[in-house]
Structure formats: structure tokens, C-alpha cells
């Protein structure tokens, strides 16, 4: 089955900009979608489709994707923003479903 | 509004068996595939199983695959997921997530609190 592998940390000062990568071999064939994870919460959907907003969530996150690599872009980070943050996709080989290793942010 | 509730777990010992339920509402279930997600303490999200939306085709990871059984009873919009042959190190949060799918995009767009598995002797 397939992997995606994110960086284990992150670290961004207050309003400004921080990038999450998530790299496999399934994001040529499927979009990501991403999740955030704030501590003792469960996981909520924040972009899905490449670069789509469920309602609700800050037009400061977006997302993108190139080759087997997604992204997601956090623009003028807020302290709220703190959190665990994981990609997810299909497998590109049959119906099962995959979550990266998962991303730290922290504002300073 | 949509709602995922689940219930069913607890401290159980090593090799013995559990059933969790997940509990939906504020949608017509019998629509959406769904999926348990699980997460152990202090580590990353790991997908666990897949169920259609009319229990048609059920798909697992490798880690649970022949122990793990979902399954759902669209009468009752409930969802299930019977864990047999527990081991410790699946000690673990267990999430049920409901899937959209629109224009060729997965994601999850609702997920329960989770119910906590303890496997431990």
C-alpha cells in the first residue's frame, strides 16, 4: 500500500506564512485532502479537492499540488492555528485510504 | 446537523474481542460510505477500514485485515466494526468518519469524538 510522508515539525512566527508538504507516490493519481488535530479533539477537514474550503474554515489556509507532492499553506498563521496537521489521500493501487505521518505546527 | 457518536469501547485483555458503534444522524446515512479511523496515544492518524454506503464492498488495511470486520445496518444508521485477536499495541482512539465524494475528491468531512480501546491484560 502506499505511504505519504510529511516533516515530523514545523515552526512559524506569528502572521506569517508556513508551508506542509506531503509527499507519495498516490498524489499523482488523488488529491490530498488535509486535517487538522488540535490536542484531545478529534480531526477536522480544513482544504479538500487540491485547494477547496469547507465552510467554516479561514480563507488563510489553502492547498495545492504538484507531481507526487501536496501542500498546504497557512497565510498569516494565528496562534489558533497550533496543531497537528495530517494529509490524506487514496492508494493508487486500489480502494484503500492512506494518512501521512503527520506535521507539528507551532506559532511562536 | 450531521452527527457521528461512538460508543463501545473499554479496557479489554489481549486476544479477546470487542464491537464499537458508531451512531449517525442529521443525514440520510444509507448514502455515504463510511470509515473507522484510528489514532493510539500520542502517534499519528492510521485508516482502518471502509465500508459502501450499502455494505456492498468493505476494504481494510493490512494491519487489521482477518480480525477487523466492518459493517453497517442502514435501518438503524449505525456502523460497526467488530475487533477480534486484539493485541496491545492497537490500544488506540477509534474514530468513525463519514466520506464525501464530489468531482473525483475523497475526504472526510465529518468525523466522530472517537471512543478509546484499551487492550491490556
Known amino acids: 500500500s502506499s505511504e505519504l510522508t510529511q516533516d515530523p515539525a514545523v515552526s512559524v512566527a506569528l502572521g506569517q506564512t508556513v508551508r506542509i508538504t506531503c509527499q507519495g507516490d498516490?498524489?499523482?493519481?488523488?488529491?490530498a485532502s488535509w486535517y487538522q488535530q488540535k490536542p484531545g479533539q478529534a480531526p477536522i477537514l480544513v482544504i479538500f479537492g487540491n485547494n477547496n474550503r469547507p465552510s467554516g474554515i479561514p480563507d488563510r489556509f489553502s492547498g495545492s499540488s504538484s507531481g507526487n507532492t501536496a501542500s498546504l499553506t497557512i497565510t498569516g498563521a494565528q496562534a489558533e492555528d497550533e496543531a497537528d496537521y495530517y494529509c490524506n489521500s487514496r492508494d493508487s493501487s486500489d480502494n484503500l485510504r492512506v494518512f501521512g505521518t503527520g506535521t507539528k505546527v507551532t506559532v511562536l | 446537523q450531521v452527527q457521528l457518536v461512538e460508543s463501545g469501547g473499554g479496557v479489554v485483555q489481549p486476544g479477546r474481542s470487542l464491537r464499537l458503534s458508531c451512531e449517525a444522524s442529521?443525514?440520510?446515512?444509507?448514502?455515504?460510505?463510511m470509515h473507522w479511523v484510528r489514532q493510539a496515544p500520542g502517534k499519528g492518524l492510521e485508516w482502518v477500514a471502509l465500508i459502501w454506503y450499502d455494505g456492498s464492498n468493505k476494504y481494510y488495511a493490512d494491519s487489521v485485515k482477518g480480525r477487523f470486520t466492518i459493517s453497517r445496518d442502514n435501518s438503524k444508521n449505525t456502523l460497526y466494526l467488530q475487533l477480534n485477536s486484539l493485541r496491545a499495541e492497537e490500544t488506540a482512539f477509534y474514530y468513525c468518519a463519514r466520506e464525501k465524494y464530489t468531482s473525483g475528491w475523497y475526504y472526510f468531512d465529518y468525523w466522530g469524538q472517537g471512543t478509546l480501546v484499551t487492550v491490556s491484560s
Open positions: 498516490s498524489l499523482r493519481s488523488y488529491y
Open positions: 442529521g443525514f440520510t446515512f444509507s448514502t455515504y460510505a
